[in-house]
């Protein structure tokens, strides 16, 4: 062992060099290969074919010299080569596609590695293909859970409780038991724990005589997304039901894409402005810290699609946009928020004691109902950034849905520019 923490050899044995293979089985093979304008054409075996630019080529190369997809570090960069570069060769071998450049180096490319990074339209369809599944009220009867046994067994289990979380923006994990301890092993299955200056890094949600939050009454909560004044705000939420009450107390959850397409398709200038007019959240505690963030209510991608919620009623900072669009954007709010507490888009369920809750906290936005304060109420509650469970889900999928490993998520709710 070095200093560095590892020998080449360890290194290697944990970095299983690949190159350009992503070692799908299954794969249509390359047929055969052509230099053309600019590009290399690329027919497949079951007749399909691409076409991949020249730099493109050159600039992806993971040989040993240029690259390693293992972690993703490349050594050939855009600048190790000229935008003009043309290869001198370019053939179908073994199945892999080979082409050789003006400097004798020489690129092989797995036909499962190029069909996986073709930029043909269909291919970037396929990427993109992921769409969340938009819910209502009506998901309390068929909630997403898994049991705890199954969730964290590493394997297919956890894959399904990943996919929930993925698919409908939240997952229950049930039987997870009342130790406090669990609650960090509820997070560890999504990632490390965020610490924040608002909850810290594990939070007690319990009634208390003087409480600086909401949260520590007995008072309702509407639905919300927490923290939604950080810049990036926590990503995925973690509840541990400790203790619940008999009455009362029941865990309300909204789906902020379903409430997206909603606006989308019955008030277009509404979701025009929550979708590029910034919203402003603000949480100070005094002679501690001053939080404030601007960004679209609605943040969407590169395809128009929401990629993040971010609303949070109580926490909504005066509006500061131009006077043309005051009144424009507290109408486009208020539809929001009107559907946020509707019946209709809201899912109620009684979370019992022993249970857990991973919520998306760029979608689903959750609540209570009022509860009796003396019956003791207990829930745990810590966040875990998004990057973290969704770096875990693409490196599971590689084992369990390698076909789809490569698909788009949304990257949540952003800042305004
Ligand atoms: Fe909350
Ligand atoms: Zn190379």
Known sequence: MTEQGGSAA??????????????????????????????????????????FHHQWLRHCCYCEVCGNPADGIRFATVISFDGDITPTAAHASDGDLQVTWPDGHVSTYGPD???????????????????????????ASDFPTVEWSDASDGSAGTMRAYSMLRDFGIVRVSGLGTEPEQTERLAALVGP???????????????????????????PQAPHIDDAFYYSQPGIDVFHCLINTEEGGMSTYVDGFAIAASIEADEPD????????????????????????????????????PAGIRYFDRALAPLDVSAGDVDRLYS??????????????????????????????????????????????????????????????????????PENHDQHLPQGSQAAG
Request: net charge neutral.
């Open 10 to 51: 360890e290194i290697e044995a944990h970095n299983p060099f690949l190159g350009n293979r992503l070692g799908i089985a299954d794969a249509p093979p390359v047929a055969s290969a052509s230099i053309g304008d600019g590009v290399v054409r690329v027919e497949f075996a079951d007749g399909r074919h691409r076409e």
């Open 113 to 139: 590695w190029l069909r996986h990074h073709a930029y043909d339209d269909d291919d970037r369809d396929r990427r993109a293909g992921w769409r969340p599944r938009l819910w209502r009220s009506e998901l």
């Open 193 to 219: 724990i965020h610490e924040t200056t608002v909850y810290g890094r594990i939070y007690d949600v319990r009634a208390e005589p003087v409480a600086k939050l909401g949260a520590k009454t007995g008072m």
């Open 270 to 305: 509404a979701y025009d402005a929550l979708t590029t007019l910034p919203v402003a959240h603000i949480r100070r505690h005094p002679n501690e810290i001053d939080l404030r963030n601007r960004g679209p209510l609605i943040s969407l991608d590169e395809f128009g699609r």
């Open 332 to 401: 486009a709010i208020r539809a929001y928020n009107q559907r946020m507490v509707s019946p209709e888009f809201t899912a109620t369920i009684r979370v019992a004691a022993g249970d857990g809750m991973l919520i998306d906290n760029h979608r689903v936005m959750h609540g209570r109902t009022a509860f009796d304060p003396s019956l003791g109420r207990h829930i745990r509650l810590c966040h875990v950034p998004r990057d973290e469970f969704h770096g875990r889900l693409r490196e599971l999928s590689r084992t369990f849905d």
